[in-house]
């Protein structure tokens, strides 16, 4: 009931899922940092304080569940989170107690970016750019997407054409024309 539904339910019965990720891990790194520093800096001044000032050290307790209960609920969204491409949209699913739903269809696009910081390369995540006829569309920057090497190779074959089968297709048409050679080369 309270649990987001499966990115694969949005699907039409036509489409042929490509990939479907989460963001990777590292887009949490923040968070965590700023839940620590808070916490910590919960505890030194509960520390600090004098110990017959319940009232306080309580309200500073709280303060620190509070923290925790917001950690884990951004780990959560992060967990439900889906990047899903299609062979005909790409769809972002987020959200766990309202969920929203992005897409934008493949037809659209006209220009892909990916960019790759020092981090993501030593990570493994990078940031998609997807420009469309020059509009903004609710899927214009994907962070921390990631095997970037594998998910922009797969979305570029879609958006512009497999260049793995055309150059398969290439090399077969290399090879047969190799063997039609020597037969008319065998046949002199």
């Known amino acids: 009931?309270?649990?987001?539904?499966?990115?694969?339910?949005?699907?039409?019965?036509?489409e042929r899922r490509v990939i479907r990720v989460r963001r990777h891990w590292a887009c949490l790194v923040w968070d965590l940092f700023e839940a620590v520093g808070l916490?910590?800096?919960?505890?030194?001044v509960s520390y600090l304080l004098p110990e017959n000032n319940a009232v306080v050290q309580n309200v500073l307790w709280y303060a620190g569940l509070v923290v925790l209960v917001r950690f884990t609920y951004q780990v959560l969204d992060w967990y439900v989170e889906r990047i899903v491409v299609t062979d005909k949209r790409f769809l972002i699913t987020t959200g766990i107690f309202t969920t929203n739903v992005a897409m934008m269809p493949i037809t659209k696009v006209t220009d892909l970016t990916?960019?790759?910081t020092l981090m993501g390369r030593v990570l493994g995540y990078g940031t998609l750019v997807v420009e469309s006829a020059g509009q903004i569309q609710a899927l214009n920057r994907i962070e921390y997407v990631p095997n970037p090497d594998e998910v922009e190779d797969a979305i570029s074959g879609?958006?512009?054409g497999d260049k793995k089968s055309q150059q398969d297709r290439f090399s077969m048409l290399k090879a047969r024309r190799a063997a039609v050679g020597k037969r008319k080369a065998a046949k002199l």
């Open 1 to 14: 009931m309270f649990a987001p539904k499966d990115p694969d339910e949005y699907l039409l019965d036509t």
């Open 39 to 44: 916490l910590l800096g919960i505890v030194m």
């Open 114 to 116: 990916f960019a790759r």
């Open 158 to 160: 879609l958006v512009f």
